[in-house]
């Protein structure tokens, strides 16, 4: 896939985002103050602002050279990238999860520990 197309469907994606967020934002102001009835012209803005915000955003990124040139650029160097085997990343994620679980028993055992010489503390 050339760099045009990637970037056209990050493009596409944000503005999915951004057309998520906005539906969200005006279902709740159109629920707050009262506009509940989908076929009055509110319902009808309500549902379709936000449609119209997201292709505005679509095309103002689009129409951003420079962000444009920039994204191009990160999809360059993403497919650059030698990204690790199922096998490697399996493995570091074992190595994770047991470091994780043998720290958190140190830190269980410090904490008792602790707990137990401030209880002795002030009861003296």
Do not use: C
Not at 5 to 34: C, D, H, M, N, Q
Not at 50 to 72: C, E, S
């Amino acid at each position: 896939m050339s760099e045009k197309k990637t970037v056209s469907l990050i493009y596409i994606a944000f503005s999915f985002v951004i057309w998520l967020l906005f539906s969200e934002i005006f279902e709740r102001l159109a629920t707050y103050i009262g506009i509940l009835d989908d076929t009055s012209w509110q319902g009808l803005l309500i549902k379709f602002a936000p449609v119209v915000i997201a292709v505005l955003f679509y095309f103002i990124f689009w129409r951003m050279h420079t962000f444009t040139n920039y994204m191009n650029g990160v999809v360059v160097e993403t497919k650059k990238v030698i990204w690790s085997t199922m096998k490697e990343t399996s493995s570091a994620t074992i190595v994770v999860v047991i470091a994780v679980i043998i720290v958190g028993i140190l830190l269980g055992i410090f904490d008792w520990f602790s707990s137990l010489v401030v209880a002795w503390l002030v009861g003296l």
